[in-house]
């Protein structure tokens, strides 16, 4: 007589793998984010003038340099020899020393030859590409860590198809991400870039001067964070001598 076996069939969990993340350097904003951007991501920070869009960027690159990690500033609007004056006067950050370290690189778009370059007649999109050309040599020979692109709407401004707009951006950002690391891109609101730009992003912060009561008030919110959940309040965005920090509570309470 025949006996009958029984088949075991033994499954086997794959194991899944946790995406590494990395800290903004900015207190109580890796809280709302779940603990920080995710590592290889580009992350936009949109804003008005003034709300504090340079000072969050140098102090996403400036937790990662002071950490030992190689960081790059790359600006489009104004000098670097700006910023860090701004940075060292305003919360004793010394830029110049990071720099001196090797630990910050600088791709200064507003140096007397690259105004030039941008001055002569050329398509908005072959300048754009150009900048595309232009980051990817710097990164492959820097290797940074983390990057921040300030800002990046007065690359795109002259830009008049939305579908040429996003296929650039899209490039820029993909530059980032091929490289592996982890970047912050301002923006501006002006024209809806910033819809455009954001649109293309990882991750989102919206910064923002509310009036509340007789007061101004800067907020901070954060608008996406893709595969991730994250503290879905408007919280207040404190600025002091030791930088940016969010506070855990709502600007509209008193």
């Known amino acids: ?43 936009v920070v949109s804003g008005k003038s003034g709300t504090g869009k340079t000072i969050f960027g140098s102090q996403f690159i400036y937790e990662g ?45 507003t140096e007397p030859g690259l105004r030039l370059q941008k001055s002569v007649e050329i398509a908005p999109s072959e300048l754009i590409k150009s900048f595309k050309k232009l980051i990817e040599s710097k990164i492959d020979d820097v290797q940074p860590q983390r990057v921040f692109i300030d800002s990046i709407e007065a690359l795109f401004l002259a830009i008049d198809s939305n579908y040429k707009l996003r296929t650039l951006i899209d490039d820029v950002f993909g530059v980032l991400r091929s490289r592996d690391v982890t970047s912050v891109i301002s923006v501006g609101k002006m024209f809806g870039l910033d819809e455009m730009v954001e649109y293309g992003a990882d991750s989102v912060v919206k910064l923002e001067r509310v009036r509340v009561g007789n007061n101004l008030q800067r907020t901070i919110f954060v608008m996406k964070l893709r595969g991730s959940s994250t503290i879905n309040e408007v919280r207040v965005l404190n600025i002091s001598d030791n930088g940016m920090s969010v506070l855990a509570q709502s600007p509209y309470l008193e």
């Not at 899944?16 to 904003?29: A, D, M, Y």
């Not at 500033?73 to 001196?100: P, Q």
């Open 1 to 43: 007589m025949r006996k009958c076996g029984v088949v075991h069939k033994v499954f086997q969990m794959e194991e899944t793998t946790i995406p590494e993340r990395v800290s903004t350097g900015i207190k109580g904003l890796d809280e709302m984010l779940k603990g920080g951007y995710f590592k290889g991501t580009a992350n």
């Open 65 to 109: 340099a002071k950490n030992g990690e190689k960081v790059m500033c790359i600006i489009t609007s104004e000098e670097s020899k700006s910023i860090v004056r701004e940075m060292k006067a305003s919360f004793d950050w010394d830029f110049k020393k990071l720099e001196d370290d090797g630990l910050l690189s600088f791709v200064d778009i």
